[in-house]
């Protein structure tokens, strides 16, 4: 009974060791495990001339190939995991994508209807929709407030609190958005700063003393700029 008990002590501590100089040596990807495992008869040899120069002992090739096989195949079971893992996650990462692209192109299409039926109100064609989002979206950067509250009847000074710099920063960004040339007599002095567009119809702009355009009046004047140039081409 001593003898079976110091035999199995024995081995565990073999075990012990190899286990130890494959923590070092064991590869951790899939193409570098397939290198390691065709070298697994070089790798026993080198256990056992370690175990022998360290100890004097001489361990049987058998037990330390079977301690290589063991980790080899938990190896191999390991990264086959990860990669199952990886796959699943780049799968949900893939699913979670076109899900947000759906539910972004859906809210679009919502904005859009919703544009359409505003403009529809106010008189003007629903074709305008995307030009009136586009506006919504740099007046909402330069002037920083919510897109969405953004309509058409709101003066840019007295209703979306703009002041001259940020009246000169929307012209800007509108004429490179469009690629437009905004006259330096539409934007007033900075003491009164506002936006001049002589139209026929009677609006802000034909006032003996001009207040603010509106959202409304910037898509007008931007469309007609818009519709001028493409019947010039």
Not at 46 to 51: L, S
Not at 133 to 139: A, G, H, N
Request: some cysteine; glycine content about 2%.
């Amino acid at each position: 009974m001593s003898t079976e008990n110091d035999e199995s002590y024995e081995l565990h501590i073999l075990k012990s060791v190899i286990n130890t100089y494959l923590d070092r040596v064991l590869p951790n990807t899939e193409e570098t495990l397939g290198s390691f495992t065709s070298k697994r008869d070089e790798t026993v040899w080198k256990i056992a001339t370690d175990i022998y120069n360290q100890s004097g002992y001489k361990v049987k090739f058998s037990i330390i190939r079977d301690v290589v096989d063991s980790r080899i195949e938990t190896l191999k079971i390991q990264l086959l995991a990860e990669k199952n893992a990886a796959h699943e996650r780049l799968k949900l990462q893939k699913a979670e994508k076109a899900k947000r692209i759906v539910e972004a192109d859906k809210l679009y299409q919502n904005r859009l209807i919703e544009l359409a039926n505003n403009l529809n109100e106010s008189g003007r064609d629903k074709i305008m929709s995307n030009l009136f989002l586009r506006i919504q979206d740099i007046v909402s950067d330069k002037l920083n407030v919510e897109r969405d509250t953004i309509a058409l009847n709101h003066h840019i000074i007295s209703d979306l609190g703009a002041d001259a710099l940020d009246i000169t920063e929307l012209s800007m960004a509108l004429e490179e958005e469009f690629d437009i040339e905004i006259p330096e007599d539409i934007l007033c002095s900075a003491s009164t700063p506002m936006w001049i567009w002589p139209q026929s119809s009677s609006n802000s702009f034909d006032n003996s003393e001009p207040t603010a355009c509106t959202i409304g009046e910037i898509l007008d004047f931007i469309h007609k700029q818009l519709f001028k140039g493409n019947t010039n081409k």
